[in-house]
């Protein structure tokens, strides 16, 4: 009796923009399982038809994924979303199913969201359609991952599949070719991931970044030519990079807002302002809560920070993201 290493392969269905951060979360708990993820990153440039391409993936694969996050996705010509059409296709054809959906729809962000009531509607409607076969929630693409590990060793056990096995396993040859082909997809879904680690999100480009220029408020104490003392608002100007690479060591695990507020404010001290020209004795108290604000909305529309997933009851906490953690390092690390 030949005993084979099984590989099994997953079909991974959602929408796609509003979810790319979560279906990359999804990739890598299912590689990190031995499995071969499919979807349509992966679907190569061919002149097939589109849906019958995705229904012989479909057949291929040994379990079906859905995702459900705030969008219905795009429409056919009947009327249905192409992942409810692969949703369907995988139930009529009796693959094994577990749907995840998003658990607080109203956390998602606006332009991630169905704007029309019809949209709502049928996404409601696809909602309650998933929730007829093993559903789970979740709530960030961090969350996501770790829901989808531990719930696809529990579907593999209680519903085994016929899978895939190593090359020098197979008993024909036509076994070795699919087996090294998916091998090949699998390593290229591997540095594709790795590659997004290192790459600037999409839309960057247009923000302000870099040596821009960033003109922050700051509560400063002051002395009058009078010898009293006043508060004053005043201002320094600091590039984006600068502010980045104080902050981002205190980040690497994570740091509440007051451990920035002060990174920032230290970083004020040493910075000319427009309050010492005119007092004397003049010291930083507080940056003020807009142009923190305005620091934290940049750089996590930047990519370089998240709001930490640890629970915290007395304030917020933010940490790096793996872009973030890239980019620290080539700003701070030391070089020869």
Known sequence: MITTDKRYQVFVSSTYDDLQDE???VMQALLELDCIPAG??????????????????????????????????????????????????????????????????????TGKSEQTDEGKKKLEEFKKLA????????????????VVSRSMVKLMKNFPAEGWVKAGSAVDEKSVKEIARLQKENEALRKKIEKISVEAPEGTAMLKQGDDLVTLGFDYSARTYRGSYIDIVGEIDVTWNELFAEVSPILI???????????????????????TSEYSDVSVDNITDS???????????LGYIQLSEKKHSDQ???????????????LVAQRR
């Open 23 to 25: 279906r990359k979360e």
């Open 291 to 301: 142009s923190f604000g305005m620091i934290c909305v940049q750089f996590k529309a």
């Open 253 to 275: 695990n994570e740091a509440s807002e007051s451990d920035m507020r002060g990174v920032f404010e230290n970083l004020a001290r040493k910075k000319p302002n427009n309050v």
């Open 131 to 146: 929730e007829k076969k093993l559903v789970k929630f979740w709530e960030t693409p961090a969350e996501l991952g770790s």
């Open 40 to 109: 349509m990153e992966l679907f190569p440039a061919s002149s097939e038809d589109q849906w019958s391409l995705i229904k012989r993936v479909i057949d291929d694969c040994d379990y079906y994924i859905l995702i459900i996050g705030g969008r219905y996705g795009s429409v056919g010509p009947d009327g249905i979303s192409y992942t409810q059409m692969e949703f369907e296709y995988a139930l009529k054809t009796g693959k094994p199913i577990i749907s995840f959906v998003h658990k607080n729809p109203a956390s998602i962000p």
């Open 316 to 330: 917020t906490y933010w940490s790096l993201t793996k872009y973030g953690e890239f980019v620290m390092t080539q």
